[in-house]
């Protein structure tokens, strides 16, 4: 089993950055790829950037340019930078891992943008 634990959201004021943090621990070898996503109230959850075991990165165009995903495999840490922080990115953001046939959710961090 692979457990997630998302931190680092809080209030930040538009235009203001953010980084999120995502631990993975548990069988971490059986993960192949690690993503961010959010969800609003009402709303379905969203890709917003993953990377994979091999460092490939890739992003939803909503974010390209203003978030950006890294890794460091030997702390089983990803990283979602988020810059130019706009009212609209108010959300509960959560990682997912991808471990082929399952999938792993963490609980979520909660992310306000507002002056």
């Known amino acids: 089993q692979v457990q997630l634990v998302e931190s680092g959201g809080g209030l930040v004021q538009p235009g203001g950055s953010l980084r999120l943090t995502c631990v993975a621990s548990?069988?971490?070898?059986?993960?192949?790829?690690i993503s961010w996503y959010r969800q609003t109230p009402g709303a379905q959850r969203g890709f917003l950037a993953g990377?994979?075991?091999?460092?490939?990165?890739h992003y939803a165009d909503s974010v390209k340019g203003r978030f950006t995903i890294s890794g460091d495999n030997a702390k089983n840490t990803v990283y979602l930078q988020m810059n130019s922080l706009k009212p609209e990115d108010t959300a509960v953001y959560y990682c997912n891992a991808d471990r082929g046939l399952y999938d792993t959710w963490g609980r979520g961090t909660p992310v306000t943008v507002s002056a």
């Open positions: 990377i994979t075991k091999g460092g490939s990165t």
């Open positions: 548990g069988d971490t070898s059986s993960i192949n790829a």
